[in-house]
């Protein structure tokens, strides 16, 4: 790579100029940040033939895990769905409820069940430690405990002919154009490995929706063991998390977190980055996963989404048509952002009776289809004219949905810095 390096990462105005270029003759990737995204991009480029190095900052022995841990589309991951794997429930279906209000004044006003075919709770740092020992069987150098700093991201662009950027949010692409704010949602979520008695839960998982713009969740391992968790979007976040995710656990009838165990993380709540950021060609790098603002803005859920960004990315660069990356990415998440933000409309506005009515209209689907394919969902609504005039008549929602269609999503309204 002869063309000067500090000139290319001066150059941020002109990626949307370059997107039309083919892409350079790349031979050589760096993938940064060894979680789901980040393994999914090692998968991709080194079955495709790629050179691959991917660095992670910690060790996959340690890893903590700030994750629900309900994987969908495991099938997509070329590990066979064993214990040993980390695959420790197959899931057979997620219970939803929704309630009017908090605490003891609360009111049921919807509940579904949702089958989960293709779903496992997981024991995520065991997937994500295996399938790195995977892939270093095959061939990628896993460089763990290995913190890619920005002035080594700046030799890495050097060395390579393509980093894979798949740190998660805020990515270390934004930390290097100064814009820590371009991902235009966020949620704050908190959760911890709890032990205790889920014997009437499992082998099921459970979400709560109350009056406030989150939910909590208890996805059980076993009938002594679960990932529970509370989220809260960042302008509602309350004063002390942990009083609160004490709270839910009470009123839900789950076993207490204990303080040491809980952790705290950031969910990137998808459309929340501007797709044409997704891929800088003049660096080269591409985002994938939570990097590239992907996970769904109504459930958080972004495992599933980040695997597949990372195998497109892999394609598209092995077929010389990488910078088609942004459009086809867009095109894949458009349709689950939609119907994510139509009905996160309806929980910001407190609409919890409809948000109840249409939980029991959907009840059925499968999860991964309810986040995925927004096709699925509106066929069923087409079935249940009422609820869906009580939804689709609101004139903000109207106004939402046509937001949507016409591409005016929140990351519009990002002022640069
Ligand atoms: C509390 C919580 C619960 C969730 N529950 C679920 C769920 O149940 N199901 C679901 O599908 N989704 C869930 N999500 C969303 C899901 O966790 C993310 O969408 C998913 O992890 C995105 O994967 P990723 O690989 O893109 O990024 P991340 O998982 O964020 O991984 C980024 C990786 O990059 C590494 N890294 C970061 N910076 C550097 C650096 N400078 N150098 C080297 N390495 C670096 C990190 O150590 C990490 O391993 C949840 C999120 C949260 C916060």
Redesign the pocket.
């Known amino acids: 790579m002869s063309e000067n390096v500090s000139s290319r990462f001066g150059s941020q105005d002109t990626y949307s100029q370059q997107m039309s270029e083919r892409s350079p003759q790349i031979h050589s990737v760096a993938v ?9 991009a090692a998968e991709g480029f080194s079955k495709r033939g790629f050179e691959v190095d991917l ?4 060790s996959y022995d340690d ?1 903590r895990v ?7 589309a495991v099938s997509k991951i070329p590990l066979s769905s064993t214990p040993t794997n980390g695959f420790v429930n197959a899931l057979p279906e997620l219970r939803v409820e929704i309630y009017d209000g908090t605490a003891s004044r609360r009111q049921l006003t919807g509940e579904g069940t949702f089958p989960a075919s293709d779903t496992y ?1 997981t024991d ?1 740092n065991v997937v ?1 430690r295996r399938w790195a020992e995977r892939l270093a069987e095959k061939g990628v150098s896993i460089h763990e405990n ?4 920005k002035a ?2 700046r030799t890495l662009a050097d060395e390579y002919d393509l980093l894979v950027d ?4 805020p ?2 692409t934004s ?1 290097i154009r100064g814009r820590t704010d371009e991902y235009a949602g966020r ?1 704050i ?3 911890a490995d709890v032990e205790g008695d889920f014997s009437d839960l499992y082998p099921n998982s459970q979400i709560i929706l109350e009056g406030y713009t989150g939910y909590a ?1 208890a ?1 059980s391992k076993s009938p002594e063991r679960a ?1 529970v ?1 509370i ?1 809260w979007t960042e302008s509602e976040r309350p004063a002390d998390y942990m009083a609160e995710f004490v709270a839910a656990c009470e009123r839900n009838g789950w076993p207490m977190p204990s303080r040491s165990q809980t ?6 709540e998808g459309p929340s980055l501007d797709p044409a950021l997704t891929y800088l060609p003049e660096w080269p790098v591409v985002r ?5 603002g ?3 803005r109504l ?9 597949q ?2 195998y497109l990315a892999a394609k598209l660069t092995a077929e010389g048509s990488l910078q088609e990356y942004p459009d086809r990415l867009y095109r894949m998440m458009k349709g689950e952002y939609l119907l994510a933000r139509i009905m996160r409309h309806l929980v910001e506005t407190r609409q919890m009776t409809v948000l109840g009515d249409a939980v029991q209209v959907v009840s059925g689907i499968d999860i991964e289809d309810i986040d995925r394919s927004p096709r699925a969902v509106l066929r069923r609504f087409l079935g249940h004219p009422r609820v869906a005039a009580r939804i689709f008549s609101n004139p903000a929602v109207i106004k939402q949905t046509y937001a949507a269609v016409t591409d005016a999503w929140e990351y519009d309204t990002i002022q640069p810095v």
């Open positions: 940064i940040g060894g979680a789901v995204g980040g393994l999914a660095f992670e900052r910690q890893k700030n994750c629900g841990e309900a994987m969908t709770i995520r994500e290995h913190q890619i700093t080594k991201f798949a740190t998660g949010q990515s270390i930390k949620m979520a908190i959760n969740w996805f990932n968790g989220g952790n705290i993380a950031i969910i990137p994938v996963g939570d990097a590239a992907l996970a769904n459930t958080g859920k972004g495992i599933s989404q980040a695997i960004s990372s």
